[in-house]
């Protein structure tokens, strides 16, 4: 049964960075894709970035580029998404999702982070 | 990358049948035969229903289906149910510099 476990809420001003992980089980590690989707609060999903654990890839959303920085750490199948200089309007729920195999779909969901950005 | 369009809404009664497009470009619908669709019920995390413009993940009913014409892919469901009501969302594979694109998004009501 594969699972996605993402960390707890977080509250941050803005200018400040945020990291979420994403915890995975129940499948290889390896030779998948993990991607951050992202949603606003009444709003839609969007892209943001993906990572291949284990391997070499890692690829930004134009408008993330820059601004988002992916890392894993394979000992214990995490991946950490960090998200700095934010604004208000990086307010939302932050989603990591699993690609299995290049198959250009998101199989599995994790359950979500919010992050709000306030002062 | 601009989101792909989809209807803000769409409404059908128990049992009929509703379509929901999703309008790109040749940069990701038209370019590719990639386009997946998500269920996403209030508060929860989105659920994969169509892969590959019109596969069906195993444990999806097969009233759900999926096609495409040029620019335009569609989903539609058929009979539906109470708890289809949700919102749906479409994404495409937009190439090596774009990654993915998501629709804007359409809630379906269940009248």
């Known amino acids: 049964q594969v699972q996605l476990v993402q960390s707890g809420a977080e509250l941050k001003e803005p200018g400040a960075s945020v990291k979420v992980s994403c915890q995975a089980s129940?499948?290889?590690?390896?030779?998948?894709?993990i991607h951050w989707v992202r949603q606003a609060p009444g709003q839609g999903l969007e892209y943001m970035a993906t990572?291949?654990?284990?391997?070499?890839?890692?690829g930004y959303a134009p408008k993330f580029q820059g601004r988002v920085t992916l890392t894993e750490d394979r000992s214990t199948k995490t991946i950490y998404m960090e998200l700095s200089s934010l604004i208000s309007e990086d307010t939302g729920v932050y989603y990591c999702a699993l690609e299995i195999a290049a198959t250009k779909k998101f199989n599995f969901w994790g359950q979500g982070t919010l992050v709000t950005v306030s002062s | 990358q601009s989101a792909l369009t989809q209807p803000r809404s769409v409404s059908g009664s128990l049992g009929q049948s509703v379509t929901i497009s999703c309008t790109g470009t040749s940069s990701d619908v038209g370019g590719y035969n990639y386009v997946s669709w998500y269920q996403q019920h209030p508060n929860t995390a989105p659920k994969l229903m169509i892969f590959d413009v019109s596969d069906r993940p195993s444990g999806v009913p097969d009233r759900f289906s999926g096609s495409k014409s040029g620019y335009t892919a569609s989903l539609t469901i058929s009979g539906l149910q109470a708890e289809d009501e949700a919102d749906y969302y479409c994404?495409?594979?937009?190439?090596?510099?774009?990654?993915?694109?998501f629709g804007t998004g359409t809630k379906v009501t269940v009248l």
């Open positions: 990572i291949n654990p284990g391997g070499s890839f890692v």
């Open positions: 994404c495409s594979y937009a190439g090596s510099y774009s990654h993915y694109v």
């Open positions: 129940g499948h290889t590690f390896t030779f998948h894709f």
